[in-house]
Each structure stands twice: as structure tokens, then as C-alpha cells.
């Protein structure tokens, strides 16, 4: 998963490919840390293997191996590479085997680091800083903690990399010099290496009060919290030298204003946009308008609210209407606002040219969809005529696929009229292609329209739909209940019922896909009594059948009460 990652990163945005994987991970992992089927990495003991098939194996697991080459640096982590591959090439090797070749080649202790492989949950880190004037020293004190999970209390310390930059108030990167160090090693970016529950970092020669900009390229998958102000947030969104960075600090921008109006919304108040991110918005697009070397992808990310998905995970108790209502009053809002600059950004990015599946093109393509699916928003006619001619004029299935989403999630008059043929068009067209058909219900599986969960009842009898094959599965039942979280966590508990009965017959064809299918019941404990109420009754339904697989028997026995 590692080199994958870092494949994929050379071959386009480093940046995007960095925030797509910790997006992935904060809005699924950091939900499975938390949840009842938390395990480490290398889990002690299972009841069923397949169940452990699990994105804290493989996603956290890839997050472990990147930790371990950013404390050892490139030339370590290579000959660490050389010789594990020299010692167990066409051997059945353990991640202790990995972490041995690891030390030997680099000479550098990794037991305390073992703790990531053993210790489930995710860690939190917090920093608070302080700053004298007079002695011209920044202060970070850094605690971490890790929450109990199941069958594990009482976490050690994790060796956790804490990458960091100051920036100072022109907006560039100042030199850091840890107290005790020789004035020869400055740089301006740095690995702290976090080892204790508690610890100070401080930087001597800093002339004015910086803002710290922490955890750099998202350097451990931890919790990070810190005292920013939106000011803090604004000057790190456009001055951050670290990219990763700069769409985190848009990203804890856009949750700060939407936690108020959510805060607004359930005490019966008025809504009203926020002007700060209007303006902040605008810098953005002006800024890709103005230099067209802008990286396109990272502008994509920036112009991105966080996922309904993350702020689910992020709240302590999830409500998923509000978070829902909140979440589209932003982004229509957004859209009628800036609606002149969304525009210029789609015709500027919108091309003829044969197609082409280069970092340059891709970027393009990200931005340019982006774009429109802000127009559409707007259910101008104007806007729903682009949608339609770049879904029937595409030449690739990353702007015609998009064009029929647009569609398919707007309520516009003329959208309506044309979503029906649209769909019919796409299936005829691509119904030889097994995968595409996957995507063709995907697609439909995640509208954010009333009257989903239907659509989804009625694809299960379409001709190309069957239960017995996995990817059709996860496709259309596993969409809506992962990912359409407006349509699943419905209040009247049918979402829930739905997926306890798909699960109830997926038991008897595919264990493994049944008990993965159900993780959206575990995560009851995420949402308000009531929502808890309904799901917990469909896991003790299914809790309740004669000869359930061990495999689903022991997600549902570690779900309930």
C-alpha cells in the first residue's frame, strides 16, 4: 500500500495523493479505531481471519511503514528495503522480520516504535505553544494519549513524527534551531521525534511570535489538536509552504464555520454564509484564474468542503440531518456567491484536445468538475445544459461519469427531465463493461435525493444486478448504506432494516462480504439515542438467527451491548 501510494503520488499531485490517502483514512480508519472492531495493525488473536482484511491492516498499516521511513530518511530506508529483500526474498516474512532489517541497516532502536504494530486506536496529540518575547524562544509542549479499545487499556507511549515548520508573519518559513543545537544545523522543516507522554520542543532565535504550522505532509495518523484562530487558519491556507498543510488548515477553516451554523441551525436560527469563506473562496479561484501554474488539483482540494463522512467522525454525536443541511447551505451558498468565477474556471479548464491521462490533464479535469458541480447547484438552465453536453460530448469516463452524477443529484427542473434518459443512455452504452455498470450504480446508490433507498430496492431486480457478486454488492448496497449517510441513517430506521436484511442473505452466499457489509450498523455508538435505538435492534435481529457464519457472528457478538 506504501509503494502504491508513492507510485501514485510520482505520477501525479504529491499533494492530492497525500490528502486523498488521509482523507480515506480519517473519515474510515480513524472510524474503525474507534469502533468495536478495533485491532492493531498485527492483532494478537482473531476469531475470524477475514475479518481482519481491514484498513487498519492495510491503510494504517501503510502509514506505519511511511513513519518508519521518514524517522530512518531515504538512505536508511532503502538499505533497511535491501536488505529485508536479501534476508527473505520467497519467504513467508512478519512485520517483525521488516522492522529487524529495518534497525540492522540503519543501526537505529525500533522498539518503542513497535508500539504502532501492537497498541490499537488512535493516538491524539496536542500542542499548546508559548512565546518570549525576550529571550526570542518558541515553546511547543506536546502531549499524546491513546483512548482504550477493546481488550487494550493503559497505552504506552507511541514514537510518534511530529514534522514541523514556523512560518513567520510574511509568510515565509523560518529557520529552526532546537535549544542546544549548533547554529550550522538550521533548516526550515523539521522531524520531531514525540517519545514521551509529555515533552517541550523549544526553538531558540525566533525574532517574532510565529504561527507553527504542525504535523506536515500528515507525518503520523494521529488526532492533532492546536489553538488556531481563523486569522491562523486563513494565513496557513495561503502562505503554507507544505501543501498537505495548506488544504488541512481550509479544511479546519470550513469545520470552525460550519460547527456555528450548526450551532445555529439546531437553536432555530437563520443561517447567513459566512463572509470569511466568500472571501476565502474568491482569493482561491482569482488565484487560479491569475496563474495558470497554479497545481489544478491542489485548487480542486482547497475549493472542497470536508466529507459529510468526516464530519460525522470528527462530532462526538453525530446528527446527520443537521450535519447534512448545514453541509448544502455552504456549498449552495458558495455557488450562488461565486457562480461568475465558477464559470470562468470550467470554460477556462474545458478542452477538446484527445484525451489524455497525464498529471497535467488529470488536475485539469479535477478542477474543471469541480467547478460544475458548484454551477449545478444553482439549477441554472445554463448550468444543467453544461452538465448534459459534457456528459453526451465527453471523451473519457471521468467527465462523462460526472456529468451524469450532476444530473442524477439535482433537483432542477430541466435535470429531471433529462437524468432518466441520461441513465439509460450511459447503461446501454457501457453494458458490456462489467465495471462501468458497477459505477453506473454507484452513481445512482449515492444520490442525496429523497426516494434513494427505493431507487436502490428496484436496481436490486435490474438484469445486471447480482447478489452473488461481490463488486455488484459493495456497488449498490454498500454505497448507499457507506456512503449515502443522508439517505441510510433515515429517522425512521428503514435504512438500517434494509441492510440487516441484505446482510441476513448474504450470510448464506459470501460470508466474508456479509460481515463487511454490515461495519455501518457497528458504528451505532457515533450517532443520537434514537438512531442507536433502531440500529441496535437490527443487530440483535440478525444476533438472533440459527447459524449465522463465524465471520458475521463475531462482528455482530463485539456490536452489541
Known amino acids: 500500500m506504501y509503494r502504491d501510494s508513492e507510485f501514485s503520488a510520482d505520477m501525479g499531485s504529491r499533494t492530492v495523493k497525500r490528502v486523498d490517502d488521509v482523507a480515506f483514512l480519517q473519515t474510515v480508519q480513524f472510524a474503525e479505531d474507534g469502533g468495536p472492531m478495533s485491532h492493531s495493525v498485527r492483532p494478537d488473536s482473531y476469531m475470524e481471519i477475514s475479518n481482519f482484511y481491514t ?43 521488516f522492522v529487524k532489517a529495518m534497525e540492522d541497516a540503519s543501526g537505529i532502536d525500533l522498539t518503542q516504535f513497535r508500539n ?20 526570542r524562544r518558541f515553546t511547543l509542549n506536546v502531549q499524546q494519549s491513546c483512548p482504550d479499545t477493546p481488550g487494550q487499556t493503559s497505552k504506552k507511549p507511541f514514537v510518534i513524527p511530529l514534522r514541523v515548520g514556523l512560518l513567520g508573519e510574511d509568510g515565509v518559513d523560518l529557520p529552526l534551531r532546537l535549544s542546544g543545537e549548533d547554529a550550522s544545523t538550521l ?17 531558540d532565535d525566533v525574532d517574532v511570535e510565529p504561527i507553527p504550522s504542525l504535523l506536515r505532509g500528515f507525518s503520523a ?58 472571501e476565502a473562496y474568491t482569493g482561491v479561484l ?57 464559470l470562468q474556471v470550467y470554460k477556462r479548464n474545458a478542452s477538446d484536445a484527445d484525451y489524455a491521462a497525464d498529471a497535467e ?64 443512455s450511459f447503461y446501454e452504452q457501457w453494458s458490456h ?68 436484511d441484505q446482510v441476513l442473505i448474504l450470510d448464506k452466499l459470501n460470508p466474508q462480504i456479509a460481515s463487511r457489509l454490515l461495519i455501518p450498523l457497528t458504528r451505532w455508538r457515533k450517532y443520537d439515542a434514537k438512531r442507536q435505538a433502531l440500529m441496535q435492534a437490527q443487530l440483535q435481529r440478525i444476533k438472533a438467527q440459527a447459524d449465522l457464519s463465524k465471520d458475521l457472528f463475531e462482528v455482530v457478538e463485539k456490536s452489541t451491548i
Request: net charge negative; glycine share 6%; proline share 3%.
Open 433 to 500: 463493461e462489467s465495471l462501468v455498470v458497477d459505477q453506473w450504480f454507484v452513481i445512482q446508490a449515492v444520490c442525496q435525493l429523497p426516494g434513494s433507498l427505493d431507487q436502490v430496492k428496484i436496481l436490486l431486480e435490474h438484469d445486471s444486478f447480482d447478489i452473488r457478486n461481490p463488486n455488484k454488492v459493495r456497488s449498490l448496497i454498500g454505497a448507499f448504506c457507506g456512503q449515502n449517510y443522508i439517505g441510510f441513517h433515515a429517522a425512521s430506521g428503514e435504512g438500517y432494516e434494509f441492510l440487516a
Open 55 to 97: 484498513v487498519t491492516i492495510y491503510e494504517k498499516g501503510a502509514e506505519v511503514v511511511r513513519m518508519i521511513a521518514l524517522l530512518l530518511g531515504p538512505e536508511n530506508f532503502r538499505a533497511g528495503s535491501d536488505l529485508y529483500f536479501e534476508r527473505h526474498d520467497g519467504q513467508a516474512v512478519t512485520t517483525e522480520d
Open 361 to 424: 490533464s488529470i488536475a485539469r479535469r479535477s478542477l474543471k468538475n469541480l467547478a460544475l458541480s458548484y454551477l449545478v447547484r444553482t439549477e441554472k438552465d445554463e448550468a444543467i445544459a453544461l452538465a448534459q453536453w459534457q456528459f453526451v460530448a465527453a471523451s473519457n469516463m471521468t467527465d462523462q461519469a460526472a456529468g451524469l452524477r450532476f444530473l442524477v443529484n439535482s433537483a432542477a427542473e430541466s435535470a429531471v427531465a433529462l437524468k432518466g434518459d441520461a441513465l439509460k
Open 116 to 135: 504502532w504494530y501492537y497498541q490499537a486506536g488512535t493516538p491524539s496529540v496536542s500542542v499548546r505553544s508559548e512565546y518570549d518575547a525576550q529571550s
Open 286 to 342: 482569482n488565484s487560479t484564474l491569475a496563474d495558470p501554474g497554479l497545481d489544478k488539483a491542489m485548487v480542486a482540494q482547497l475549493l472542497s468542503l470536508p466529507t459529510v463522512g468526516f464530519l460525522i467522525e470528527k462530532a462526538d454525536v453525530a446528527d446527520v440531518a443537521s450535519i447534512f443541511a448545514v453541509r448544502e447551505f455552504l456549498l449552495n451558498g458558495l455557488a450562488d456567491a461565486l457562480y461568475p468565477l465558477f
Open 221 to 278: 495518523p494521529v488526532r492533532l489538536h492546536y489553538d488556531y484562530s481563523r486569522d491562523d487558519l486563513l494565513f496557513l491556507m495561503v502562505n503554507d509552504s507544505d501543501g498537505f498543510n495548506r488544504w488541512n488548515a481550509s479544511q479546519l477553516l470550513a469545520i470552525d464555520l460550519f460547527d456555528e451554523l450548526q450551532g445555529e441551525l439546531v437553536a432555530g436560527n437563520t443561517l447567513a454564509l459566512p463572509e470569511s469563506l466568500v
Open 187 to 203: 533548516q526550515t522543516d523539521r522531524v520531531l521525534e514525540l517519545t514521551a507522554a509529555q515533552q517541550q520542543f523549544v526553538f
